[in-house]
């Protein structure tokens, strides 16, 4: 049976605004994805493919990073987790006969939404240099031609190898063996664009990059902070732990600048009670806080804190810190509490938008707890100031010991499915010496040591003509990038640009002067190699490395694996023609690995401290955690030894009158670039993506009223206007000043250069705009 597309890109005409829902999930969220499923698999093929979702032997659901509990249901299900699955398990295909029928040009035109409904990709594709069509090559055509010009380029460093998360380990780890076999660091990633800024503050002040948490100490929390995450879209799953941890008496604050409906109100679909009762209220407190005003909080609760430790009739004085593990195992507080006595409460004010009572109260609550976790995503690290943010959330967590005692640790919630796994596997532009060191010693070859470009510094290369090729390993990079006139630009100047990937997107469309399109496996379905049918393996959120396994028959014959695609690629580039190995390239067995990936397996085990007897290991169904220090023990490999107290200054986003500041988030029908439908039914939009949303009071003091279409113009230092045309005005409760629109539609909103400090991550959540009417 195979699926039908529609013909039309998202029809803007027929956006509708409704009201804004409370609840989360419950039927109507069941309902809309067996209706996606049903139309991109069919009924039979659904069936099969939702029942294998996140269980033991089946495949590790690609809609987010949130850990599998011990207890699964028959169908762990999660709307959007089925989503993502219907997204690449669908019927509808794209064979080399579509792109006889479309140009390039004419695929432009169409939105992300069209593209990706075409289906999947099923052969590999050439786009000739002058070339209207993409042709159809063989595998071995497409390689040499992606061999040749890596080979042609005068220094390696002009090649750049993106990666997206959802790249298992066993790819991860031989695609960063085989760039740095080429001699280059230039491996930006996703995760550039998404938790950077959480590695960079947990690396320096705790010693690891990774959150501390484990889904028991979710359910032990006593109180859970959820800043900058909408988990009711983006990590539907995490709704039934928080559930979990209310039920056992946690208290839930959420701080948002949006009432996000998954934080108000879950309406679990594994139960009765949630599919027809009234669900469980989650948060108990919501702060509506202003864009970037984090830090001020986290400032203002470290603050109070402070004062009550010292407040002579405090019923807490001198018990508000634990002053054991501080003194044990911190540094640093002396100056950071300077750094509390500087700060004023009315600058904290301002900064937040909330009131000093509110900020108090939270402090209160902190006070209560015995154990307490910070959950975050995006809406903390995608502003300038969000390394330092970050610190500040952590210097809270240590003021009251709270890392490492079950309960409580810090939990930023990764995005893709395997963006910590890959990360783990090497794919950084800037590894630590000892993992070249190891790397090195397992393939006998001098990995470079030199730091490649990031995400950021990679189109910088492109734009300023240091670059000549691209490979993506999975992703959608013209789209998910900011900029994007400058990206489509840079990229157009490049010899090649080629993309390993499932599904058709607008990479495919923006190129160099001439293109690949590589199809690959996607995790639902059977990778079979010579020694048989292969598992991969995946790191989630909290630090847990398990094997996928798919089962479905693959969307093509002709597609091959992502390992298949590296070691024949690395073959072409570093082997003789006797089968030697060429001087200075790593000594590995390309063809062996590929035709068995436990081979691969035992280099990770030999190169990456955690996985010794990783075969073994993940034989054990759900796998096993990787070692963490902070979390295990309390041991914190920064160069002190010891956690890290920092002085922050307080930063916040200033906003010139007349402006508002965007935050550029995800509507419940999408994942990143990949648009599944037209609706936001949370938010009450529907038919359409076009919406920015901006505060009644904002709206009055601009003369503009709700349903004005206007173009959203962004101000940056460089004086240019970056413009995105054709928004429909919605009045919706967001903090004055701050409005928000959908990503990717506004990415050419964020300036290139407008990035945070230390981490270099694009700052999507605050963009300088201003509103203009059309006509
Ligand atoms: N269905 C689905 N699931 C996904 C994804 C998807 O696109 N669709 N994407 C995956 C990926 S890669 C990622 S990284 C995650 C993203 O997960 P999220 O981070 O939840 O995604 P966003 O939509 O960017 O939402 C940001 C949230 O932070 C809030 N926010 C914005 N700015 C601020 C701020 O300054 N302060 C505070 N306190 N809050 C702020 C927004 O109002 C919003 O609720 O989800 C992953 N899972
Ligand atoms: N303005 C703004 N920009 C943002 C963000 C934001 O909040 N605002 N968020 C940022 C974040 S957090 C992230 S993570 C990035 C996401 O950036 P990316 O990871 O680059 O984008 P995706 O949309 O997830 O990539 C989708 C494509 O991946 C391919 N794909 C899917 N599955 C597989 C697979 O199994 N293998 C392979 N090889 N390919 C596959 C498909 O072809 C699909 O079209 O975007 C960032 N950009
Ligand atoms: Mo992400």
């Known amino acids: 049976m195979v699926g039908k597309a529609p013909h039309e890109n998202i029809d803007e005409q027929k956006l509708s605004v409704g009201s804004v829902k409370k609840k989360a999930v419950g039927i109507p969220g069941v309902v809309h994805s067996l209706d996606i499923s049903f139309k991109q698999m069919g009924p039979f093929r659904a069936a099969r493919a939702l029942l294998q979702v996140n269980q033991k032997d089946g495949f590790d659901c690609m809609g987010c990073a949130w850990p599998e509990s011990d207890k699964r249901h028959k169908a762990e299900f999660c709307e959007n987790g089925a989503k993502a699955v219907a997204e690449e398990a669908t019927n509808r295909r794209v064979p080399p006969s579509f792109f006889a029928e479309h140009s390039v040009s004419e695929l432009r035109e169409w939105d992300d939404f069209r593209l990706g409904q075409q289906g999947r990709l099923t052969d590999p594709m050439y786009l000739a240099e002058g070339s209207e069509h993409y042709v159809p090559v063989s595998w071995e055509r497409a390689l040499g031609i992606l061999a040749d010009e890596l080979k042609a380029l005068k220094d390696p460093n002009e090649a750049i190898f993106y990666t997206s998360g959802r790249t298992s380990n066993e790819a991860a780890f031989l695609y960063q063996l085989m760039v740095r076999g080429l001699g280059t660091n230039n491996l930006p990633d996703c995760s550039n664009m998404c938790h950077e800024s959480s590695g960079s503050a947990l690396t320096e002040t705790i010693g690891i990059g990774k959150g501390s948490v484990s889904l028991e100490d979710i359910y032990q929390s006593e109180l859970i902070l959820i800043a900058g995450q909408n988990p009711g879209t983006n990590h539907p799953r995490m709704l039934t732990a928080l559930e979990k941890a209310k039920q056992n008496g946690a208290v839930i604050v959420a701080v948002n600048p949006l009432p996000e409906a998954g934080l108000m109100n879950f309406k679990n679909p594994q139960t009765i009670r949630g599919l027809v009762g009234g669900g469980t209220d989650l948060a108990d407190d919501f702060l509506q806080i202003k864009l970037g005003g984090d830090q001020a909080l986290f400032q203002g609760l470290g603050k109070f804190l402070l004062e009550e430790q010292r407040r002579p009739g405090s019923p807490h004085a001198g018990r508000v810190f634990d002053t054991a593990f501080i003194d044990s195992h911190t540094t640093g507080l002396g100056e950071y509490l300077e750094q509390l006595e ?14 000093e009572a509110q900020i108090r109260a939270t402090g209160a609550r902190l006070i209560m707890s015995k154990a307490t976790v910070v959950c975050w995503a995006m809406g903390l690290t995608q502003h300038k100031h969000s390394v330092a943010m970050l610190r500040d959330v952590v210097n809270v967590l240590l003021l009251q ?27 950084f532009e800037r590894m630590p010496d000892a993992f070249h060191d190891a790397l090195d010693a397992e393939f006998a070859f001098s990995s470079p040591r030199p730091h490649g470009f990031d995400t950021v510094a990679a189109i910088e290369a492109m734009r300023d003509g240091l670059a000549g090729v691209f490979l993506g390993m999975g992703g959608n990079f013209v789209r998910a990038t900011p900029d994007s006139s400058v990206t489509e630009a840079a990229l157009n100047k490049l010899s090649l640009t080629a993309q390993i990937s499932t599904k058709l997107n607008k990479s495919h469309l923006i190129t160099g002067r001439s293109a690949l399109i590589l199809p690959t496996l996607g995790r639902t379905e059977r990778d079979a190699q010579t020694s048989g049918d292969q598992r991969v393996t995946v790191e989630d959120s909290m630090s847990a490395v398990h094997a996928s396994r798919g089962r479905l028959a693959p969307a093509s014959d002709n597609l091959l694996s992502e390992v298949a695609i590296v070691c024949r690629l690395a073959q072409l580039l570093f082997e003789t023609d006797d089968g030697g190995t060429r001087p200075g390239a790593p000594l590995a067995d390309w063809a062996a690995m590929a035709g068995d990936y436990s081979l691969i397996r035992s280099h990770i085990a030999a190169v990456v401290p955690g996985f010794e007897d990783f075969e073994a290991k993940i034989d054990v169904p759900g796998g096993f955690v990787l070692p963490h220090g902070p979390r295990d023990s309390r041991s914190f490999s920064t160069h002190s030894g010891l956690a890290h107290f920092t002085a922050n200054e307080l930063e916040y986003p200033r906003v010139p009158e007349g402006r508002l500041l965007l935050q550029t988030l995800r509507s419940h029908d999408q994942y990143n670039t990949t648009i599944y439908g037209k609706d936001d039914r949370y938010r009450g939009i529907k038919n359409g993506r076009r919406v920015v949303f901006v505060n009644q009071q904002d709206l009055d003091s601009f003369g503009i009223a709700d349903g004005t279409m206007v173009d959203l113009v962004s101000e940056w230092k460089d004086g240019v206007d970056r413009r995105a045309p054709n928004f429909r005005v919605v009045a919706y409760s967001t903090p004055v000043g701050c409005a928000a629109a959908y990503y990717p539609e506004t990415n050419v909103l964020v300036p290139l250069d407008s990035k945070a400090d230390v981490s270099g991550t694009p700052t999507s959540k605050s963009v300088v705009i201003r509103l203009e009417p059309v006509g």
């Open 342 to 355: 500087h700060v004023s409460w009315a600058e904290i004010v301002t900064a937040t938008g909330l009131t």
């Open 401 to 427: 010991g709270n890392i490492g005692k079950p309960g409580a640790g810090v939990c930023p919630v990764r995005g893709h499915s395997n963006v910590q796994g890959d990360r783990t596997m090497g794919i």
